[in-house]
């Protein structure tokens, strides 16, 4: 069974590999490369073709912007099934944006640091992946600069978020109470999304209408970061996008101590890391749900819903252990029920619930990867075994989608994009380890 799914993943990888050295998520809904989908698509590709995985990360840091910045989606090719493209978003208008490729101009979770040092663990030939690390890693730190020197508007060491897409986690609920407090325009536009795939999945018109606006405001103001973060309808501390920067600068303060010589840049990450923990605790742990949240700047107050995203700080060793007992205990009581695959997207007690639709409680492969790392972090190894073997049944029963329905029992399951990367990638480190 194992040899016959990773021969399938590879397929699958190989397959969305496009001739300009990057893997695209999957054909048709998604033409371009995305930044965090690239992260995860070169820890699979590792395992089998360690030059396609360097290609990977290559050509998304070769979109780097001259201020360290890294676009979210990088337009190496042309294609017209996918909106909005780069003719909305207008990178141009950014003085300090890639002269060579077009780009939206926000960001996805900055994994790229812990990506790396992924790619060395997997790697058979060290020497060789460490050489290519070496000529990579400066650009990685040059990312981590970029988010401090310009996203942590209280100097707490947490980094804002001003767009839904730059979470990664889309159309969640936890945006919902932020759109009533705007009232965009009623754009009009060609949806390409719901030609690939079934519109009850996807994101509402009306909330693409919010995305698009505060775009609209970004380019106002060229992509100014202060400008934004001054501006911007939409400014959010989001758990995992800070939970990954802080699992990068480990990563960065690990590679450089190997390769010596670095001291002024590990001071550097030390320092940041060690804010960024203390204020992720201090401001983002909810005591009464028993697990991390969302916080709001525009209105200085959190968001009290519990995500998939809430457990993400396991990964990076953020909590105390008795805090992650709490946190795992959360984890179980709602999300872990055996009438349930581990771990839906939101709480499956919510009204705000949807097992269907995106990022609105389906199960991802991409969390669920992070969340078995994050777990055996702290020796939580049968949760850990069992978000892997959930991961694994889903994929082998309904192909590799997407996202799935949590709930088991369930008929077609899988949602989304078909012969969707990351979740392939992602099932050749599952059944490696």
């Known amino acids: 069974m194992k040899e016959r799914l990773i021969s399938q993943a590879i397929n699958v990888l190989e397959e969305n590999f496009q001739p300009g050295g990057f893997t695209i ?66 990178s141009d208008l950014s003085p300090v944006s890639s002269k060579k490729y077009k780009s939206t101009g926000m960001t996805q979770p900055p994994v790229t640091g812990f990506v790396l040092e992924e790619m060395y663990r997997i790697a058979k030939d ?60 009623d754009y009009t536009f060609e949806r390409r999304d719901t030609t690939h795939v079934d519109a009850s999945q996807r994101p509402s018109k009306r909330e693409y209408d919010h995305y698009l606006y505060i775009i609209e405001i970004a380019k106002e103001h060229n992509y100014n970061d202060a400008k934004i973060a001054e501006l911007s309808p939409f400014l959010v501390i989001d758990p995992l996008f800070n939970a990954m920067l802080i699992k990068s600068n480990q990563a960065l303060i690990n590679l450089y101590t190997l390769i010596g010589d670095n001291d002024d840049k590990i001071a550097q990450l030390v320092k940041w890391q060690g804010k960024s923990i203390k204020g992720f605790n201090k401001k983002l742990w909810d005591k009464d749900l028993g697990a991390y949240v969302h916080y709001d700047l525009r209105k200085d107050k959190p968001i009290s819903f519990v995500t998939s995203s809430s457990f993400s700080p396991l ?119």
């Not at 930044?35 to 780097?64: M, N, P, R």
């Not at 460490?130 to 100097?155: A, E, L, M, P, T």
């Not at 069992?386 to 989608?401: N, T, V």
Request: hydrophobic residues 35%.
């Open 126 to 185: 060290k020497e060789d992946m460490f050489g290519y690390i070496k000529s990579q890693i400066d650009k990685v730190y040059d990312n981590h600069k970029y988010f401090y020197q310009n996203r942590d508007v209280n100097d707490e060491g947490l980094v804002f978020i001003y767009h839904n897409w730059e979470s990664g986690t889309d159309n969640s609920p936890i945006w919902d109470d932020i759109w009533k407090t705007m009232n965009p325009p």
């Open 25 to 90: 998520p999957c054909k048709g809904l998604y033409p371009f490369q995305w930044k965090w989908d690239s992260g995860f698509i070169a820890i699979g590709q590792a395992y089998y073709d360690v030059s396609k995985a360097k290609q990977e990360i290559s050509t998304l840091l070769d979109a780097q912007w001259d201020n360290g910045f890294i676009p979210h989606i990088v337009f190496h090719n042309e294609s017209d099934t996918y909106f909005p493209g780069a003719d909305v978003h207008r």
């Open 315 to 433: 990964f990076a060793n953020i909590p105390s252990k008795e805090r992650a007992d709490i946190l795992v205990n959360t984890m179980m009581t709602k999300f872990g029920g055996e009438d349930k695959y581990l771990c839906a997207s939101f709480d499956p007690e919510s009204d705000r619930f949807d097992p269907k639709k995106y990022w609105r409680g389906p199960v991802w492969i991409n969390m669920n990867w992070i969340l078995f790392y994050g777990l055996k972090n702290y020796e939580y190894n049968n949760i850990a075994d069992r978000i892997k073997e959930d991961s694994i049944e889903l994929i082998e029963k309904f192909g590799f989608y997407e996202y799935f329905n949590c709930k088991k029992g369930t008929e077609d399951a899988g949602y989304g994009g078909d012969n969707f990367s990351w979740s392939a990638a992602l099932l050749i480190d599952f059944l490696n380890n």
